[in-house]
């Protein structure tokens, strides 16, 4: 059953966006209304609205609906300029280069993981993060990462929505769980993955933080227990702090194009 928001038509016109794209395949209505809050008129009109505004697309062979080419227009200019990766993409490229691993970049929607960039090592491996993919923030290295340092104040709500589901036989089961492992890590000042999520699948996370401590987002070196482990990836912490240096610097200067301007000019 999708969530039924309490901002009016727009917000449920959001909701019934994101309930076509969470089946990640061509839907029928049918299969909509199955799952749906509204009822079969209301559901109707927002469909028709959606794919008059070319926010969904309409499959008359097929009778099915996916997210339509406008979206893909505004994600490209939100990707462009709300997120890091433009910003983080040369950074994560190098360190990729240097390592030899997986590099992820993410940022935290909500009390979610997204990733929204990733560069693959020179031999891939299959996993589940992929950039525009949404991961669950308490049994990743980048999302444990981001949680360890976002304002205390969002931190126990963060918490209370994440679902504590069983992935592995490694996956934190509580938030008390999560909670010590977050005072770890910012006492640390990096996070793993220890086969939290994906048998396998480890890292090392750094976040992205501003000169006043706010977090950005993280990155990661991932790779897998098959060709390296904890302590092999722990060694690439100096690098990976030093990438996400860099992109904080880059944000910095990206936000303030004309800082070093003024100040050379005395402005």
């Known amino acids: 059953m999708a969530h039924v928001t309490g901002d009016g038509t727009v917000g449920k016109a959001l909701e019934v966006l994101d309930q076509v794209a969470a089946f990640g395949r061509p839907v029928r209505f049918s299969e ?31 009778q099915t609906y996916t997210p339509g080419l406008r979206l893909v227009r505004l994600a490209h200019a939100a990707w462009e300029q709300s997120t890091l990766a433009p910003i983080a993409r040369p950074h994560i490229e190098a360190l990729s280069s240097q390592v030899g691993e997986t590099v992820h970049l993410a940022q935290l929607d909500h009390a979610h993981v997204l990733y929204v960039d990733k560069v693959n090592a020179a031999q891939p491996v299959e996993m589940y993060s992929q950039a525009g993919k949404i991961g669950p923030a308490y049994c990743t290295g980048v999302g444990k990462t981001m949680l360890a340092f976002i304002a ?19 996956t934190l089961t509580g938030p008390e769980a999560l909670r010590e492992e977050l005072r770890d890590i910012r006492t640390r ?26 977090v950005h987002g993280a990155i990661s070196v991932t790779s897998t227990t ?33 800082h070093d301007k003024k100040q050379a000019t005395g402005g």
């Open 32 to 62: 909509l209304l199955a799952q749906s809050p509204f009822p079969k008129p209301t559901l109707y009109r927002f469909v028709q609205t959606l794919t008059n505004q070319r926010m969904l697309a309409y499959d008359p062979d097929r």
């Open 152 to 170: 205390s104040d969002r931190v126990e709500e963060c918490i209370a929505q994440q679902s504590f589901h069983i992935f592995t036989p490694h």
């Open 189 to 214: 000042g990096y996070g793993f993955d220890r086969e939290e999520h994906e048998p396998g699948i480890i890292c090392v996370a750094m976040p992205i933080l501003s000169e006043s401590g706010r």
């Open 226 to 258: 098959e060709r390296n482990d904890l302590a092999g990836l722990e060694a690439q912490v100096p690098l990976l702090r030093e990438t996400a240096t860099s992109i904080s610097r880059d944000i910095h200067n990206w936000s303030f194009p004309d």
